[in-house]
């Protein structure tokens, strides 16, 4: 079974830039690639998916502000976030998914504020 770890999460102030990664330890060619957030005390939400074949889509709070990418030599999943804003603080998980199984990573904390 494949694992996802997140890293590149931290503090940053308005306006500024994020880049997340998710390490897999396995070849993650077969799956579709998520990233989603949660808030404190809000349901977590998908932010951006990456399909097999590199076709990409986010949510409309984040488009033209965040990139979704995928490197499958590396097995790892990128998030570059710019622009960022204070509500755009949360936790960020990665998820692996395929028709009948997904996985998720642990989650790497963003925070926005000045």
């Known amino acids: 079974?494949?694992?996802?770890?997140?890293?590149?999460?931290?503090?940053?102030?308005?306006?500024?830039?994020?880049?997340?990664?998710?390490?897999?330890?396995?070849?993650?060619?077969?799956?579709?690639?998520?990233?989603?957030?949660?808030?404190?005390?809000?349901?977590?939400?998908?932010?951006?998916?990456?399909?097999?074949?590199?076709?990409?889509?986010?949510?409309?709070?984040?488009?033209?502000r965040f990139t979704i990418s995928r490197d499958n030599a590396k097995n790892t999943v990128y998030l570059q976030m710019n622009s960022l804003k204070p509500e755009d603080t949360g936790i960020y998980f990665c998820k692996a998914r395929t028709t009948s199984s997904e996985i998720w990573g642990q989650g790497t904390q963003v925070t926005v504020s000045s």
């Open 1 to 64: 079974q494949v694992q996802l770890v997140e890293s590149g999460g931290g503090l940053v102030q308005p306006g500024g830039s994020l880049r997340l990664s998710c390490a897999t330890s396995r070849s993650i060619f077969i799956y579709y690639m998520d990233w989603y957030r949660q808030a404190p005390g809000n349901e977590r939400e998908l932010v951006a998916t990456i399909t097999r074949d590199g076709s990409t889509n986010y949510a409309d709070s984040v488009k033209g």
